[in-house]
């Protein structure tokens, strides 16, 4: 079964929601910074020297990150500590609530972004309105998301550091989900996000996990802050 997109969002509403502060221009985006992209290079690299065909992710991107910020000048950055029962940003700098997320798979996509696991949403009641509700006050505890990507070549890994604007993501709020799947049981609910009669990215809720997936996130809507090859 195919899934229902949301409702069509107006012009209007995507140049309030993609302002450029949202873009990545505002003053909330003074932590990513020349100086933060030259020593995330830098620590990568460094990664490399001791694991040659394994990006960075989960807690080594998370202490790689943290160290990145110290570097360039960000001495206050430190991971939060957070509990699995209470979930929470990965990293605070200054005020900002970081969401650190990773795409290192050798199927990753030059221009189409997947988020594996935006949130866990396992309890029950299973249902559109629920999971929508719970994603959002997800979403609300992080003031800007930083994804690591990795792109294999035969001869190395294109990289790139992308800021992923949360009042993209926010759009789900309007998302009209149907079932999706053939599985037994809990079924997967998704939907597609519509922009300007374009598929901006579909979330998927899997019945199996609980997970909430972003799928087929169109790379030019998001902030490249910076890309490099790492050879092998």
């Given at each position: 079964m195919k899934s229902k997109p949301c409702r069509d969002v107006t012009l209007r509403e995507v140049r309030e929601l993609l302002s450029p502060t949202c873009l990545c221009h505002g003053e909330v985006m003074?932590?990513?910074?020349?100086?933060?992209?030259?020593?995330?290079?830098?620590?990568?690299?460094?990664?490399?020297?001791?694991?040659?065909?394994?990006?960075?992710?989960?807690?080594?991107?998370?202490?790689?990150?943290e160290?990145?910020?110290?570097?360039?000048?960000?001495?206050?950055?430190?991971?939060?500590?957070?509990?699995?029962?209470?979930?929470?940003?990965?990293?605070?700098?200054?005020e900002e609530r970081v969401s650190l997320k990773t795409e290192t798979?050798?199927?990753?996509?030059?221009?189409?972004?997947?988020?594996?696991?935006?949130?866990?949403?396992?309890?029950?009641?299973?249902?559109?309105?629920?999971?929508?509700?719970?994603?959002?006050?997800?979403?609300?505890?992080?003031?800007?998301?930083l994804m690591l990507r990795a792109i294999w070549g035969e001869q190395a890994i294109h990289y790139q550091l992308i800021d992923i604007p949360l009042d993209l993501l926010r759009l789900i709020e309007h998302c009209?989900?149907?079932?999706?799947?053939n599985r037994q049981g809990r079924k997967s609910l998704g939907g597609d996000i519509i922009i300007n009669d374009e598929t901006a990215f579909h979330v998927h809720f899997d019945g199996s996990d609980g997970k909430c997936q972003i799928r087929n996130l169109r790379?030019?809507?998001c902030q490249i802050l910076g890309e490099w090859d790492q050879r092998f």
């Open positions: 003074q932590i990513y910074t020349d100086r933060l992209f030259t020593t995330m290079v830098t620590m990568v690299t460094q990664h490399h020297s001791l694991y040659a065909k394994i990006p960075p992710q989960g807690i080594f991107f998370e202490a790689l990150a160290k990145a910020f110290h570097l360039s000048g960000s001495l206050d950055a430190h991971i939060a500590r957070t509990t699995a029962n209470a979930p929470t940003h990965d990293l605070m700098v200054g798979g050798r199927n990753t996509r030059p221009n189409s972004i997947s988020i594996t696991k935006l949130c866990t949403t396992e309890r029950e009641p299973w249902n559109a309105e629920t999971l929508i509700e719970r994603t959002c006050s997800h979403l609300a505890r992080y003031d800007l998301m009209q989900l149907q079932e999706v799947g790379l030019e809507r």
